[in-house]
């Protein structure tokens, strides 16, 4: 019976998605962590987002793996490449290794390594210098520090809007370097992510890992099922789920479930919500990630200007209009939109939409969904 109630265009779909997931490996491969330290080289193009991927690398091994990383910055040709992984590596909390009186990248890399058995260091990452194109100086530099270095894991970073360029960089690089993963940057908005396909076909070595937007926490292992479904249109439900999930607090959610149950939920427990809600990620990514809606908002333009400007507009409130939105009168509102440079008419357009939200709450509260608003909300993440 379940079998009968799919159409046949839905059964089409499974079979090519099934057959998607096949091509791109089938499960997910983890990355080699074995080695005392394991050490991580990263290849690739210049722009290519190598640096990004060096920190994001950096910051999941030690909040998922409970490893202790240091990155060399090994880019002897981009000052701004060694100020970039010391501002990232301050913001993650990693150490980065640097020498830029050493123009060296082979002397440097090895040094690293001595600085993190001495320190105690279980994880070297080695971000490299990249070129606009490849070419054979940067290739035989590459070579030399692998050849030195002999890593546990070389990985090659792509950009994933590069199309068919990414295909034929990542098959030079593999002829020189026999890489051992591939490494999908920019992956954002409705980038579907066909190229995962191309290279694992053209390279026959694993997608580990995707890597969207800047923020240092949006690095996800590669699940090449869940690649399928992007690249037929169909979401990434699973994903958007654990996102939320890695950041679930069950007892803010209770505090929460109290405040809706009594109608008190606030402008203070709103703005708390937003800032969740910013911690996840990219909205537009988010909103990719579920099914049926990638399509809709390929051309949308979603503002997140527009979650700092409801922000600015709470912060601009003092602690009792944000607990008691019915004294906002005349006076307190205009000065309110003054403070956080909105319009009257903007404010009084939140305060409105801010009023519906409550009204519904309390709606679903008498109707027994209170909870799950609660929990739902609770799934945004910690404070």
Excluded: W
């Excluded at 990542?170 to 908005?189: E, H, I, Q, S």
């Excluded at 190229?195 to 053209?202: D, F, G, W």
């Excluded at 939109?337 to 909105?342: L, M, R």
Aim: charged share 30%; proline share 3%.
């Amino acid at each position: 019976d379940v079998i009968k109630s799919v159409s046949p265009g839905q059964q089409m779909v499974k079979i090519v998605a099934d057959e998607l997931t096949e091509l791109m490996g089938g499960t997910k491969t983890e990355i080699n962590l074995k080695g005392s330290p394991a050490i991580i080289l990263i290849a690739g193009l210049q722009g290519s987002g190598k640096t990004t991927f060096s920190a994001k690398l950096a910051k999941f091994i030690k909040s998922k793996n409970g490893r202790n990383p240091v990155i060399a910055a090994c880019d002897v040709y981009r000052p701004a490449a060694i100020n970039q992984l010391q501002v990232l590596g301050e913001q993650i909390g990693v150490p980065v290794y640097t020498d830029t009186d050493n123009k060296n990248p082979v002397d440097i890399a090895k040094k690293a390594i001595n600085f993190a058995r001495v320190n105690n260091h279980n994880v070297v990452i080695i971000d490299t210098a990249g070129r606009l194109a490849v070419d054979e100086q940067m290739m035989d530099e590459i070579s030399s520090i692998k050849k030195a270095v002999q890593p546990t894991e070389t990985l090659f970073i792509v950009d994933s809007m590069t199309g068919q360029d990414a295909v034929n960089t990542a098959k030079a690089f593999n002829d020189r370097l026999d890489f051992d993963g591939v490494v999908l940057t920019k992956l954002d908005g409705d980038t579907r992510g066909g190229a995962a396909l191309t290279i694992k076909y053209v390279v026959n070595k694993p997608i580990k890992f995707i890597s969207q937007g800047e923020k240092t926490d949006t690095l996800d292992i590669f699940h090449p099922d869940r690649m399928a479904r992007r690249i037929l249109g169909m979401g990434d439900i699973v994903s958007l789920v654990e996102k939320a999930q890695e950041n679930y607090d069950a007892e803010k959610a209770a505090e929460l479930q109290k405040k809706i149950r009594k109608n008190k939920f606030d402008f203070e427990d709103f703005l708390v919500q937003l800032g969740q809600i910013k911690k996840m990620g990219n909205i537009k990514d988010l909103m990719g990630m579920i099914p049926g809606i990638g399509k809709q908002i390929k051309d949308m333009d979603i503002d997140e200007k527009q979650f700092k400007k409801l922000e600015a507009m709470i912060q601009s409130m003092t602690p009792a209009e944000r607990q008691d939105p019915d004294i906002l009168n005349g006076s307190r509102r205009k000065r309110i939109a003054d403070g956080s440079g909105s319009s009257i008419q903007d404010l009084n357009q939140f305060i409105k939409q801010f009023e519906e939200m409550r009204k519904m709450m309390k709606m679903m509260n008498k109707m027994g969904g209170g909870a799950k608003a609660a929990r739902a909300m609770g799934m945004m993440g910690k404070r």
